[in-house]
Structure formats: structure tokens, C-alpha cells
């Protein structure tokens, strides 16, 4: 049981490169998302899914893009990097329609040059 | 819109319970009250929930109020490996958002 596992742990981009951000989880979870946290700031939802083939925009969606084809998987794409989206990056799952705990993977750190 | 206030720090002696506190004033019948900690840059950590009811588990206890607009997450014996953010959340878990406030670095000294 790995948990919610992300892909890669350190990023370097150039500005204007594109790089998707993988998250999995193995706990049969419905609901995913994706935060980005500055430093010295708090997390920030990028966006959200409830289930394969259901994603929702979060405080701060400009700029990404999410699918989700199936339960484990939930991809963040940038398609077009920019020095404003460096940031260290969280994925995290839960049950939906539970109150249970969500579980993070320990994120990606991304920088933009 | 931020659904919770939290002091941004606070600072617990060894050994002593950490009181920290919370503020949802404009929480909903159906908003569950959640606590988590973020360690450094881990990614951040669950400890406790609740609806009503105060509640215990092996890390800490929520005490929350007759009125439910506050709580307290109490972690009755800090000890240095504590210091993290501690994040309180408000959450219908029907829907889908987890949104974070900016938390309360508490600090666990010697």
C-alpha cells in the first residue's frame, strides 16, 4: 500500500516547456486534487476531481489542466510554464461523501527559469 | 473567502499541552471541523476531526464548542517533533473542495 505517490520529486523548467505532474494512488479514493504552496504560504487549490471523469477548478486553476481517466490516476499538465507557477506542488486523495481523512503525497518541487 | 482564523504563531514549552486555537464562526450544520500539520515541507498531515462531539485519538483531542464556532486542537504533551503548521479546515464532505487557511506555526521549545 504505497499511498498517494507523485512523479517527479524535483523539476526544473524552462519558461514556456511544458511537463505534466503525476499523482497515483492505490486506496481506491473518488476524490483527488492538486495544490501548489508558495513558501511561506499556505496551500492553494489548483483543481479537484470527485471521480474519473469528473474534474472542478479550484482558488487558483489558471494555467493548468487536469483529467481524470481513471480512479489511481490524476495528472496535472502545465502546458506552457511560467516563473510564477514555481512552487512545491501537493496531490492528495479521499474518500468522497465520507468524513474520512485525505491522504498527501510528499510533492513536487517545481522551478521555472 | 477564508472560513477559518488561526493565529499565525504560537509557542508551546516541551512536555506542556499546545491549545491551539480556532475560528468558523460561519460554519454550516453539515461542515465538519478538520485539523492537519504540515512538518517542514512534507506534505501535510491528518490529525483529528469532527462534527459535534469533542474528540480524541492517539495525537491529540478537538474540543469544539456548544455553538460550533470555534474549536481547540490539543496536543496534551508537545514535544519538539510537534513544531510544524497546523492547519484548520471546515469541509462538507459531500463536496468536493479542501480549501487551507494560513495555519499557526507553533513552535515546541526546549
Known amino acids: 500500500n504505497a499511498g498517494v505517490t507523485q512523479t517527479p520529486k524535483f523539476q526544473v523548467l524552462k519558461t514556456g516547456q511544458s511537463m505534466t505532474l503525476q499523482c497515483a494512488q492505490d486506496m481506491n479514493h473518488e476524490y483527488m486534487s492538486w495544490y501548489r504552496q508558495d513558501p511561506g504560504m499556505g496551500l492553494r487549490l489548483i483543481h479537484y476531481s470527485v471521480g474519473a471523469g469528473i474534474t472542478d477548478q479550484g482558488e487558483v486553476p489558471n494555467g493548468y489542466n487536469v483529467s481524470r481517466s481513471t480512479t489511481e490516476d490524476f495528472p496535472l499538465r502545465l502546458l506552457s510554464a511560467a516563473p510564477s507557477q514555481t512552487s512545491v506542488y501537493f496531490c492528495a486523495s479521499s474518500y468522497w461523501g465520507r468524513s474520512t481523512e485525505a491522504f498527501f503525497g510528499q510533492g513536487t518541487r517545481l522551478t521555472v527559469v | 473567502d477564508a472560513k477559518t482564523t488561526q493565529p499565525p504563531s504560537m509557542d508551546c514549552a516541551e512536555g506542556r499541552a499546545a491549545n491551539l486555537p480556532c475560528n468558523h464562526s460561519?460554519?454550516?450544520?453539515?461542515?465538519?471541523v478538520y485539523w492537519y500539520r504540515q512538518i517542514h515541507s512534507q506534505g501535510p498531515q491528518y490529525i483529528i476531526h469532527g462534527l459535534k462531539n469533542n474528540e480524541t485519538n492517539e495525537m491529540a483531542s478537538l474540543i469544539i464548542t456548544e455553538d460550533r464556532k470555534s474549536s481547540t486542537l490539543i496536543l496534551p504533551h508537545a514535544t519538539l517533533r510537534d513544531t510544524a503548521v497546523y492547519y484548520c479546515i471546515v469541509r462538507v464532505v459531500s463536496e468536493g473542495d479542501m480549501r487551507f487557511g494560513a495555519g499557526t506555526r507553533l513552535t515546541v521549545k526546549p
Open positions: 460561519t460554519i454550516s450544520g453539515n461542515e465538519y
